[in-house]
T-cell receptor, first 116, second 113 residues
């Protein structure tokens, strides 16, 4: 079946601009996660949705970052007033979230954001 | 708080040699541990996971990992490396109080012919 998809695959923007990154999870997965992976590092957690609500947004670095999931499926990560330090690969993952800690997170290919 | 440490940011082996990628965890509760592989320009793919059912976990592509509580380790091994194993490998721990994963810094595996 179809995996997690993310669009665009690459995004180049200028400092100060606004960007939106989209994630389409696996059908039926109620949990959705956003991570950020800087060059040479492991992914870092940003935010987690259970259904339509953000269950944990403790990883968002500041108030320039915001994410929504209005219908409990597709999610959009929004970054305002982008800075060069925001350049990274943004990864989305989804899981069935049956309440089990062994639940597997399935990752998308990521969006590479470059802020000039 | 849970965390993982991967010793060795780069590991180089010859084709056919043993692969050993190290992961040590820190957790105040029984951990749930995962190994993911990332090929260039691709997302992370699950290799295997430890969920307390068995200490020796077998995964895809011939990889396996052994959970050792006394050593707080979850090292990844493969008896014989293939050229196609060249990739970045990440160890991760599932948080007890949340659903997010905390990843190690990753180990880049290089396989020499």
């Amino acid at each position: 079946g179809a995996g997690v998809s993310q669009t665009p695959s690459n995004k180049v923007t200028e400092k100060g601009k606004y960007v939106e990154l989209r994630c389409d999870p696996i059908s039926g997965h109620t949990a959705l996660y956003w991570y950020r992976q800087s060059l040479g590092q492991g992914p870092e957690f940003l935010i987690y949705f259970q259904g339509t609500g953000a269950a944990d947004d403790s990883g968002l670095p500041n108030d320039r970052f915001f994410a929504v999931r209005p219908e409990g499926s597709v999610s959009t990560l929004k970054i305002q007033r982008t800075e060069r330090g925001d350049s990274a690969v943004y990864l989305c993952a989804s899981s069935l979230n049956r309440g089990q800690r062994s639940d597997t997170q399935y990752f998308g290919p990521g969006t590479r954001l470059t802020v000039l | 708080a849970q965390s993982v440490t991967q010793l060795g940011s780069h590991v180089s082996v010859s084709e056919g040699a043993l692969v050993l990628l190290r992961c040590n965890y820190s957790s105040s509760v029984p951990p749930y541990l995962f190994w993911y592989v990332q090929y260039p320009n691709q997302g992370l793919q699950l290799l295997l996971k430890y969920t307390s059912a068995a200490t020796l976990v077998k995964g895809i592509n011939g990889f396996e990992a052994e959970f050792k509580k006394s050593e707080t380790s979850f090292h990844l091994t493969k008896p014989s490396a293939h050229m196609s194993d060249a990739a970045e490998y990440f160890c991760a721990v599932r948080h007890n109080a949340g659903n997010m994963l905390t990843f190690g810094g990753g180990t880049r595996l290089m396989v020499k012919p």
